[in-house]
């Protein structure tokens, strides 16, 4: 295939440019052809040559990620590779390769990896178990990442508390202990990660610690603003209150943290969820709220399947109104219809 040559061309010119921009698109557009770029990518990972090796990994990480149909062979294939493969690139490729697959049966493959003598490697493994994870609080990957916390380097340390506190959705008091620790990292990236994991878990101990992410002169980070909404503490809401209501996530923060307008949305949600009970019985309307990340949602039982609304866009929709919104929402599934 054309364009997995100029990848490779462009992989080897970049070993020394460090433009690696075109390499990545040139895969991602070859990788369009899931079955034959299966065939490219097991063909390039048993060459000799460890460019090939790597790009190879690549070809069949984009592949996996476009193309579900190739993913059970390319695990097969990335965990056979990770058995004899030491060169750090390719291990480098085959992790973020494990990543795009979402396949848990490569779980064991980073937890090797995080073990690596290359910080560049068990950086990356650190990020790719975001796609894999168990989800269990005493899962081998999470047992990994808890260990990466620590790690000496602070690049590898901020990516796995990144991974452990706010890509994966699982909580256990090693979680917490380990993101705890993080909060006094002489890394500040790390730091910050440690204090955002314990605020999507609801940890108060984030409040005060939020605090001073949002005091900070040069200002706070757009993830700082999500935890703020997760916590939705008033503690919060005049440091928020000094940030512009246009930047990314300070509304929401705002809202969340401010007690009137908080026990106004529980309120409307509550009218609407009734209004729809009165008005369509048959959707079997209901409200919740995730555990790991803000806002509520509406969920339905339609004809099609679940679906779910966000409560504030909604009623945003609405103006404020949660008869309107049940109106809206009965709209969208006339009755009797199959959806």
């Known amino acids: ?27 991602r557009r070859a990788a369009a052809d899931g079955q034959r770029s299966l065939r490219l990518g097991l063909e390039l990972i ?11 990994c690549d070809l069949l990480g984009h592949a996996s990620d476009q193309d579900g149909t190739v993913r059970a062979a390319t695990v097969d294939a990335l965990v056979a590779l990770a058995e004899h493969e030491t060169d750090p690139d390719v291990l ?50 999470i047992r990994a990442l808890v260990e990466l916390t620590r790690d000496d380097d602070p690049e590898v340390r901020n990516w796995a ?39 999507r878990r609801h940890d108060p101990r984030a409040v005060p610690l939020l605090a001073e992410l949002l005091d900070q002169p040069e200002g706070a980070h757009h993830l700082t603003f999500s935890a703020a909404q997760i916590m939705g503490s008033p503690e ?8 512009d209501p246009g930047s990314p996530g300070v509304t929401e923060a705002v809202h969340a943290c401010d007690p009137v307008r908080r026990a106004r949305l529980d309120a409307s949600a509550w009218d609407l969820v009734c209004e729809l009970h009165r008005l369509r019985p048959d959707l ?38 949660p008869a309107r919104a049940a109106g809206l929402v009965s709209s969208d599934f006339p009755a009797g219809s199959d959806g």
């Open 236 to 243: 919060l809401l005049p440091y928020l209150l000094d940030y």
């Open 92 to 141: 480098w490729s085959l992790a973020r390769a494990i990543e795009l697959t979402y396949d848990q049966r490569a779980v064991p493959v980073l937890v090797s990896l995080a073990g690596h003598p290359d910080a560049e490697v068990r950086r990356r493994a650190a990020i790719s178990f975001a796609g894999v994870s168990t989800d269990r609080p005493d899962g081998p990957d």
């Open 284 to 321: 079997g309307a209901s409200v919740s709220m995730e555990r790991f990340d803000p806002g509520l949602s509406l969920g339905l039982a339609t004809p099609a399947g679940p679906t779910e609304y966000s409560v504030p866009l909604l009623l945003d929709r609405a103006d404020g109104d």
């Open 46 to 56: 048993g060459s000799g040559d460890r460019v090939e090796r790597a790009t190879g």
């Open 1 to 27: 295939m054309e364009l997995v040559r100029q990848a490779l061309a462009t992989a080897r010119d970049a070993e020394t440019t460090g433009e690696w921009g075109g390499y990545e698109a040139l895969l």
């Open 161 to 199: 508390t990144f991974t452990l506190g706010f890509q994966i959705c699982t909580d256990s008091p090693a979680i917490r202990s380990a993101l705890w620790e993080r909060t006094a990292d002489e890394h500040m990236d790390t730091r910050e990660e440690g204090i955002h994991g314990l605020a």
